[in-house]
């Protein structure tokens, strides 16, 4: 596989463990798996979509990533180099190109930092000496986040509106062009007018630039605006991953299912419809044997309490985590006898 072909990010049979410690003494009484054994890779260029409730781990695994939390066990690789094994100088410029924006810029900005300075941050890290360069830089940056230098530069995060701080994030994460940018939740801490304006200016960015990103989100409504591709994460796994045009429109897994069901329903048509989620996602200290979905799972079956469903292809690039057979597709003249179509990418997952 040549280098161009290669995926940006792999992230291979990840684990995140933390301890549970009880009594003054602190003594180990278990463990949560956060993210229990996770594999899958974004391509160049795409939006990667990872979504699931509060609970199934996507923010833990998206640390880990960054490397803000040690693994437990696994690997990430970016372009090939794994972040998990680099040290000193190697892991500054991996850091230097894996940049994050945060659900909330009022939590993830320093009050005490004007927003100049803010952006400017990361160019005295990367060696930038000179001040005029990086005020022009960060200026520039501005600009380009649709915010007026001028008016901007000089202001403290209180002075500023939460678009307005969001864009300074924006700008903060990409203002030494990382190759790969995580966005944790970007919009969920905004109002909903604001939200579109900064999920558009995330994909403008994109197109320009090339940018790579994970989107991390609760919000289908957010994964059908941006995502190229979809992964569904319950309770430490994926459980579903394929293009987001699929996933979306033929959903496998009854967990998929069931979230899209409870989103907000995007046309007028479907209003009255949506059905919210049953249940509550278990415990990650103690998760149910067999199939994780199983205790909410209107679908489930006998096998599905004892036996772990193992990755199931069930359309091109789409794979499922869930026993049942995916419906039937209508045979018709240009797919009659090309059993090849439904070849999945199970080494892609999990
Ligand atoms: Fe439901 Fe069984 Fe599929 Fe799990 S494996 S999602 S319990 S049908």
Redesign the pocket.
Known sequence: MSAADRPLLEVEGLVKRFPIERGVFRRPAGWVRAVDGVSFEVRRGETLCLVGESGSGKTTLGRVILRLLEPTAGDVRLDGESILRAAGRRLRRLRRDMQVVFQDPYGSLNPRMTAGAAVAEGLVAAGVRSRREREERAAAMLRRVGLDPAGTLGRYPHELSGGQRQRVAIARALVLRPRFVVCDEPVSSLDLSVQAQILNLLLELKAQEGYTYLFITHDMSVVRHVADRVAVMYLGRIVEIGPAAEVLAAPH???TRALLEAAPATHPRDRGRRKPLEGEVPSPASPPPG?R??TR?P???DR?RSEE?PAKPVGPGHVSW???EPPAAPVTAGTAGTSGTTRGTAREAR
């Open positions: 897994h009854p967990y199939c979905f199983h799972c679908l489930v079956m599905c469903p869930c026993f049942l």
